[in-house]
């Protein structure tokens, strides 16, 4: 039995809340203890940088989080952790990445996003910003075998809190663009990471390219699921969670 407990920090991607780990949470026991914190300008967290920068998005984080934490961010949630273990050390224990990447971009012989899409991503954002995050929570479930009922839950689990600040949206988009893959490789954390083979946003390629960058980092790959993996496929995901944190098998 162990006599302290660790510390689990989820951190949500663009678009979204916290309520997005809401089913995953409820099977996480009192073994652990689970922060789920907004990001600046998201849910209930109104308080956000102006402008949205990353190191100051990531200061306000960090003010947020205990130290030796297991932190582990889903997309854009994932490219904040790096930058939080990367400048915040004594934060961040072990580092968990879900359908995430230092680089979101396509850079030479680096998959990710076309800046095309991201460009259509802006200047939707400014035109309709509730059906734009529909559809980017379409694009999360895309290749998925449940991925109706994934948009649903998804939507389900964002409307229970605040509709997140115009401003911190759209500079939390302008953050994709940021390229840590220096600060990545630089990590003296361990990383673990769960990815979907059938991402749209985080090609399947992009783990391998990690795996040279971190060579100790632990990887695990579900055959059948997109960009929201604890959402598609979520016995995987908490089987995966309770093996990075050391705690008992969830079945």
């Not at 359908?99 to 990710?112: N, R």
């Not at 996003?113 to 559809?135: C, D, G, H, Y």
């Not at 302008?174 to 600060?183: F, I, M, S």
Request: hydrophobic share 45%.
């Amino acid at each position: 039995m162990r006599s302290d407990k660790p510390t689990l920090v989820l951190l949500h991607g663009w678009g979204v809340n916290q309520g997005v780990w809401q089913s995953i949470t409820a099977h996480l026991d009192d073994s652990v203890v689970v922060i789920t914190t907004d990001l600046p300008g998201f849910g209930n967290s109104r308080t956000y940088p102006q402008p949205y920068q990353l190191d100051a998005v990531v200061e306000q984080l960090a003010a947020q989080i205990p130290s030796n934490s297991y932190v582990c961010g889903w997309s854009l949630g994932g490219l904040l952790a790096i930058a939080l273990a990367h400048r915040y050390p004594d934060k961040v224990q072990q580092l968990g990445l879900v359908a995430s990447s230092p680089c979101f971009m396509a850079q030479p012989a680096w998959p990710g996003m076309a800046v095309a899409v991201l460009q259509q991503f802006s200047k939707a954002l400014s035109e309709n910003l509730p059906l734009t995050i529909e559809r980017f929570l379409a694009i999360q479930a895309m290749g998925s075998s449940s991925a109706r009922n994934d948009i649903k839950l998804l939507k389900q689990a964002i409307l229970a809190y605040p509709m997140p600040e115009a401003a911190a949206i759209d500079g939390a988009l302008q953050l994709l663009q940021c390229d840590l893959r220096v600060e990545f490789a630089a990590l003296r954390q361990p990383v673990a990471g769960f990815y979907g083979r059938l991402d749209s946003l985080i090609p399947v390629a992009v783990v391998e390219l990690l795996q040279k960058l971190q060579p100790q980092a632990r990887f695990t790959l579900a055959a059948k699921a997109s960009h929201a993996p604890f959402i598609s496929h979520p016995d995987e995901f908490i089987q995966w969670l309770h093996c990075w944190l050391g705690l008992p098998d969830s079945q």
